[in-house]
């Protein structure tokens, strides 16, 4: 392909797009530009492979920190792992895409984004997205796009598209929208309370950009030539099928009927209506049509049976208004909620249950040395919370090998950690690094919310003192044609045969969180705010039976929570505290037993589980970066004898020293004829000389001066 540039233009800003440049054996390709930030998109396709039954789609976003003109660190110095990020970044540009690739395709496609050039005005994630779907395009693949995506940010009262890094920062909103010529596909956002109202208008402002962007596909396929691929399905030989559908279509109609509130009864009984079918495949001859296509299509079976269950759940909830355990649209499970579960040498728990799904999360008070570091492209240096996310197998009943956290967990963890973040209390206010784990120990749909709900549980348990507490509910939809049905708390079957899985998260102010994904081309902004304004109530229900269980965060710790202790010094004298090779703070610790941890401000954060240990270190810290005066007064005790005077510790890790002439008004002949080792004494500073050495004395020290002395040494 020849070299092709386009630039579009939208709100003050424009982005570039180059294709033919580039990446020339990738099956599609573009480098898609805004201001210094670049990211090259390349998407391909190879042949399927054989027994796949599924889309193999992968998408991976990477980042090279040459993008920002940085060396990777670690002993290799190269890019390693994916940081958390480029994890949420491949997950966000792979929610909007997958829907749009046609169910019956097969082929290995994988679509690649990587980050080449980024300044700190231009995030790149959301380029990615629309590149993503260029590069696709491109590529003739079969595709029910363009697609497109753009971050909303509010800045003061306006909606910003594309916002700044230090736009989002500073705003209360961080909204990414995706959406096709059908509609919005998918949501993803952060928010700081924000009503219900100015989320939904936030979203239509975005996928008015969105259509922009779309057009502009549009426009380079038409002047590049390229058409937009239409592939049949492949042919289907329904024999099979339909002897399957012929035998479990009743079945499976009143199994559903039924109404069963008890999923694992009701999973019983559909495994034995797939096993007598799978017994009368046995009992045919070997040479009968139906056996022999079974053997050439072993997952026939379940994907069939999977189609009937799916057609039957969605006709019942669209004719009767009914769900599959026989609750109301609009109803939510049964929840209870207690804290406290744990020992106390965890520093906070609290289990949420809503029906079959239970979550544990547990919370972690950690010093500001326990920040988590960032190696990668954003802007921001660490991370002060931490949420966690695991998904065990016998959450779900099943046995399967125990691996690190995958895409899944990760997006999990970070939804719970984004909806939370806005009411955690200022760092000035509560210096602790704060880390929840949410374990998940069963699960029937929703566990992400019940993350949310179970975390804000232990959050208050552990004493942390957030604003106010958050809750989160889960909604689906069923779409039959014209007929559109909205589920509120959704359960694992609901998410699996249904259209849409809407995450909404808040306080009783405003929504904190957001994340929609579905399995439609799009649907209209009205769909979307029906479905936004109908889990507030859900919301808020949940949020009554979590604050049965603690109504406000508790006022004392844990017995075994650090206890933090903060000064603010003078960032000259940090080196001064840390000492050769680290030798002060060293033994600043051995001696305390408290950690301490000194940012580049000259905040010092001092932590010990013994406060009095917090103390000490506090007082030995403050004593030496205190700026002395000369005549200042202070009671010291004398730590040395050397032949020409004495070294007194007048201040915590401060020491000074009296000459022999300084000793008394009189001529003295022996240091240890006045002072002795360990002798308390009252002494004045003479003199500060010009290498910071501190020279004390005895004389001139008035009464009223020497038991103020006195009494500042027994205050501290």
């Not at 027994?51 to 002993?75: C, N, S, T």
Request: hydrophobic share 40%; aromatic share 4%; glycine share 8%.
């Amino acid at each position: 392909m020849k070299e092709f540039e386009k630039s579009i233009s939208f709100d003050g800003r424009d982005i570039r797009l180059k294709v033919g440049l580039l990446a020339p054996q990738a099956g599609g390709t573009v480098l898609i530009e805004s201001e210094d930030t670049a990211v090259l998109v390349t998407a391909t396709r190879a042949a399927g492979r054989e027994g796949i039954d599924f889309l193999p789609l992968l998408v991976d976003y990477e980042e090279r920190l040459y993008a920002a003109g940085r060396i990777p660190g670690g002993f290799l110095r190269r890019e390693g792992r994916p940081p958390e990020r480029a994890t949420l970044t491949s997950r966000l540009i792979d929610r909007p895409l997958r829907p749009l690739f046609p169910s019956w395709l097969r082929d290995d496609i994988q679509v690649v984004a990587t980050t080449m050039s980024m300044d700190d005005r231009v995030p790149p994630d959301v380029l990615a997205v629309t590149g993503a779907s260029i590069a696709v395009l491109l590529a003739k693949l079969p595709f029910n796009g363009p697609m497109a995506a753009v971050r909303v940010g509010l800045v003061g009262d306006d909606f910003v598209i594309n916002p700044t890094f230090s736009e989002i920062e500073s705003g209360d909103l961080d909204l990414v929208v995706a959406g096709t010529p059908e509609g919005v596909i998918m949501v993803e956002a952060g928010a700081n309370q924000l009503p219900e109202q100015d989320i939904i208008e936030a979203i239509d402002f975005g996928y008015e950009a969105v259509r922009d962007l779309i057009q502009a596909q549009l426009d380079l396929l038409k002047e590049l030539g390229i058409e937009q691929v239409k592939e049949a399905p492949p042919e289907v030989d329904l024999t099979l099928e339909n002897f399957i559908k012929e035998r479990v279509t009743q079945p499976v109609k009143e199994v559903l009927g039924r109404f069963e509130k008890d999923k694992p009864v009701r999973d019983a009984a559909l495994d034995e209506i797939k096993a007598t079918v799978v017994a009368a495949i046995a009992e045919l001859p070997d040479e009968d049509p139906v056996k022999l296509a079974s053997a050439k299509a072993p997952k026939a079976l379940s994907n069939t049976f999977k189609e009937v269950t799916k057609t039957l759940m969605r006709r019942q909830v669209i004719e009767d208004s009914i769900r599959v355990d026989g609750r109301k649209l609009d109803e939510v499970r049964p929840i209870s909620c207690r804290v406290g579960v744990l020992p106390p040498r965890v520093h906070g728990s609290g289990l949420f249950n809503r029906g079959l799904t239970q979550v544990l999360s547990v919370v972690t008070l950690g010093t500001p040395g326990d920040a988590q570091e960032m190696d990668d492209l954003h802007p921001d240096e660490k991370k002060r919370y931490l949420h966690h996310y695991n998904f065990p197998p016998y959450s779900v009943g099943e046995t399967r090998p125990m691996r690190t956290p995958g895409r899944r967990e990760v997006g999990h963890g970070a939804l719970a950690e984004r909806a939370l973040i806005p009411v955690l209390p200022k760092k000035e206010d509560f210096p602790y690094v704060l880390r929840v784990v949410s374990e998940v120990l069963s699960s029937n749909g929703s566990t992400s919310m019940g993350s949310v709900s179970g975390s804000t549980l232990a959050l208050m348990d552990a004493g942390v003192p957030i604003t106010k507490p958050v809750s989160g509910a889960a909604m689906g939809l069923i779409k039959e044609g014209d007929e559109i049905r909205i589920l509120t708390d959704i359960q694992g079957i609901e998410d699996f045969l249904g259209d849409m899985d809407f995450k909404v998260a808040g306080t009783d102010t405003g929504i904190t969180a957001l994340q929609l994904d579905m399995k439609l081309n799009g649907l209209p902004l009205a769909i979307i705010a029906q479905a936004i304004n109908e889990a507030k109530p859900a919301r808020l229900h949940i949020l009554s039976k979590m604050l049965e269980a603690i109504n406000q965060p508790r006022t004392e710790m844990s017995l075994f929570a650090p206890r933090l202790l903060t000064i603010k010094i003078d960032p000259e004298m940090i080196g001064m505290i840390i000492g050769p090779g680290g030798k002060t703070i060293k033994g600043i610790t051995e001696e305390t037993g408290a950690k301490i941890d000194i940012e580049d401000t000259g905040v010092v954060t001092i932590s010990s589980i013994d406060g009095e240990s917090a103390k000490k270190a506090r007082s030995i810290i403050q004593g030496m970066t205190r700026k002395l005066n000369q005549g200042d007064v202070y009671i010291g005790k004398v730590t040395r004898v050397i032949p020409i005077g004495a070294f007194v510790e007048f201040l915590p890790g401060k020491e000074g020293m009296i000459h022999i002439s300084q000793l008394a008004d009189y001529r003295v002949g022996k240091v240890e004829d006045e002072v002795n080792l360990g002798d308390e004494v009252i002494v004045k500073v003479r003199e500060i000389d010009n290498r910071g050495r501190v020279n004390l004395t005895r004389l001139g020290i008035h009464p009223d001066e020497a038991a103020a002395a006195r009494e500042a040494a027994a205050v501290v």
